[in-house]
């Protein structure tokens, strides 16, 4: 028989050896399929899918004969239900199915993005309702009006979050009992792993084991000795323990996130309070103008505390091309505890104040006009800022003045009302009418209008105080019979016709709006979120892989290292790192040179740097690089290659390049 005929009959090749021999290369190659799955077994803690066999012949879903009577159709019945509730458990706890919940969180909160929601602001969603009066009956059905609290909305965070637990937790206790554990065996044929390096040295198997050892746990790898055939020893090591951890970490971070949310949504406060300068505010829940709480929150849990906004400082960009832009936006506020100490303090709008678990964020700023009014009699019946909301960019403001307590000219009591703009930068145009060009106060102007009437402020009703209900009044006129509109500077006054009173612009002051909110878990939210980050980093950029050292004593008498690495999943820089120990344990076992081109007397004629595959290769099927070699016939010679620079080219000896696929070949028949 020729060489290549003695070659390919021991690989198991048809038509070339005899069936003997095809077997029993099939059976080695199962074999070393099998070491190899179990080589790679316990690099992830993914869990394993079951799947269970559909029954036949009518006998149920999952499985088992019904057995005749009651007590047969009853355990038939409760073998059915823990099928379908293991499948379904199964099924819900999968990354699959948490990924998909995940999607639709994300999905089902676009709706309280686009709509306005009775949670957030409640005017807003009247205002809807009564332009679309159809399609808020279909929303209120499907409770659109309050996405974040729905039963749908609910259901699916529920679901996410037992799906994330039932996923992750089985996980942990599997990485735990890994981490308690030592790193698996050899496989009997290293040359069939990702990396893979050899070469032969005058070194006792002993001693490059024990090198080996301290090596691999100088670099931080997780080590175990062990014995092999006689006449050899190996060392496995496990390194990349960090990645599972961090993958974990991620989910678990995804679980705090989910409960810091839930909590933050059943136990807080959020109120808003607008404030002219030198006023003050109680945090108690008659002196919000807006407020709203979570499920579990009690108003008697407030913090005890109040402020008063001493002064506000806003300073606008006069650039062309920034003009208008915020440059300074600050008030100083004077705060009290509920012992009464007083402390001074600076609100921005990234900087917001922190009073026990309270915080007052700045939101807004704007101006009130300081107005006086006479009634017919003479008497100051009104006097006092009132704040005017701004409108635009420039400031444009509106706002209105109600005089309740009024008495005529005929001493009749009465009541006065005006509305209009309060303008900082005055301008008018045919298009616009009264505006505001600029933020600052450059020409502050007041114009109103003046009506006569009920303002309905009697009624019991509750009214917005920054609009007029003109409904009963009637506007006043001008000497001309003209509708009555007149304009204002700081220090002057209009007297109203017929004797009415005069209204008198003092001055103006400046006001800000702030939030007051109590929140539960936005620390755990912050921490996870940071934990989260953490881990996602670590589970994508470190790499789970596990290295062995075999030395044995080969047919000539010398010592025989094998060295191979397996990752996680494939990665160039497993062979680099493998190359970089070769070279490191070379310093204790010298690189002998290759074999003369008789083939050596390692058997099979692989020289170093060739991939020796260990005394109990029975088909000799690669040579450098992965390809054929170690024909028992005469050979050509090898060039000369050290075991570092054998390490970096053997990146892939067979198609599997990473555990999974070491794995799936291994289960492979």
Request: aromatic share 8%; glycine share 12%.
């Amino acid at each position: 028989m020729s060489d290549d005929e003695h070659t390919a009959g021991r690989r198991g090749e048809p038509g070339t050896g005899t069936g003997t021999s095809t077997g029993t290369a099939t059976a080695t190659a199962t074999a070393s399929a099998a070491d190899e799955a179990d080589a790679a077994a316990g690099l992830s803690t993914a869990p394993v899918e079951e799947r269970d066999e559909p029954a036949t012949g009518g006998s149920g879903t999952f499985g088992g004969a019904r057995e005749p009577g009651a007590r047969g159709a009853l355990a038939w019945f409760g073998r059915e239900a823990t099928g379908w509730a293991r499948w379904f458990w199964r099924q819900l706890t999968s990354m699959r199915v948490a990924l998909i919940l995940l999607f639709l969180l994300a999905l089902a909160s676009i709706p309280g993005s686009l709509i306005p929601q009775n949670g957030v602001d409640a005017v807003l969603v009247a205002d809807f309702r009564e332009n679309n009066p159809g399609l808020s009956d279909v929303y209120d059905r499907l409770q659109l009006f309050d996405v974040y609290s729905s039963v749908w909305f609910s259901a699916i965070y529920i679901l996410l979050f037992v799906s994330l637990i039932g996923c992750i937790v089985p996980r942990t206790w599997q990485f735990v009992g890994q981490l308690r554990g030592r790193p698996p065996r050899a496989p009997r044929r290293l040359s069939r792993m990702p990396a893979y390096t050899t070469w032969r040295t005058d070194a006792a198997p002993e001693d490059v084991v024990g090198a080996a050892h301290t090596l691999l746990a100088r670099r931080r790898f997780r080590t175990t000795r062990a014995d092999d055939a006689p006449g050899g020893a190996h060392v496995a090591a496990e390194k990349g323990y960090l990645r599972e951890a961090g993958n974990l970490v991620f989910h678990l971070s995804l679980i705090v996130m989910l409960i810091a949310f839930a909590a933050g949504r059943l136990y807080y406060s959020e109120g808003g309070k607008l404030i002219v300068q030198d006023q003050g505010f109680s945090n108690v829940l008659p002196q919000y103008d807006d407020y709203e709480s979570g499920t579990l929150f009690d108003v008697n849990d407030l913090e005890p505390f109040g402020f008063r906004l001493d002064d506000f400082h806003a300073d606008f960009s006069r650039e062309r091309v920034d003009m208008g832009t915020p440059t300074e936006f600050r008030a100083d506020v004077t705060y009290w505890d509920a012992e009464g100490n007083e402390t001074s303090a600076s609100i921005e709008p990234n900087h917001p104040l922190h009073v026990g678990d309270s915080r007052v964020r700045l939101l807004g700023h704007g101006y009130a006009p300081v107005v006086t009014v006479t009634d017919g009699q003479g008497e100051v019946t009104f006097s006092g800022p009132v704040p005017f909301l701004p409108q635009d960019a420039g400031l444009t403001s509106t706002g209105v003045i109600k005089v309740g307590n009024y008495v005529g000219p005929d001493g009749e009591r009465d009541q006065l009302g005006f509305q209009g703009f309060f303008n900082p930068t005055y301008n008018i145009d045919e298009v616009r009418g009264p505006h505001s060009t600029f933020p600052e106060p450059d020409l502050p102007v007041l114009t109103l209008n003046a009506f006569r009437g009920d303002l309905g402020i009697n009624s019991g009703l509750s009214q917005n105080v920054y609009q007029l209900d003109t409904t009963n009044m009637e506007q006043l006129v001008d000497a001309s019979g003209d509708l009555l509109r007149f304009n204002l500077m700081p220090g002057e006054s209009m007297e109203l016709p017929d004797g009415l009173g005069t209204l008198t612009f003092e001055r103006f002051d400046e006001w800000a709006s702030f939030q007051i909110t109590t929140k539960a878990g936005n620390e755990w939210a912050l921490g996870g979120a940071l934990a989260a980050v953490a881990g996602l980093a670590g589970s994508l950029l470190l790499q789970r892989r596990r290295v062995w050292v075999r030395a044995r004593t080969g047919a000539d008498g010398r010592t025989v290292v094998e060295m191979a690495s397996l990752g996680r999943t494939e990665s160039a820089k497993l062979p680099h790192e493998l190359a970089a120990l070769a070279a490191a344990l070379t310093t204790s076992a010298p690189v002998l040179p290759d074999p003369d081109e008789d083939g050596g007397p390692d058997e099979g004629g692989r020289g170093p740097g060739n991939g020796d595959p260990g005394p109990d290769d029975g088909d000799r099927d690669r040579g450098p690089g992965g390809g054929d070699g170690g024909a028992a016939g005469p050979a050509e010679p090898a060039e000369p290659v050290g075991p570092a620079e054998h390490a970096e080219r053997t990146e892939t000896a067979e198609p599997a390049g990473s555990a999974d696929s070491a794995a799936a070949e291994g289960a492979r028949p």
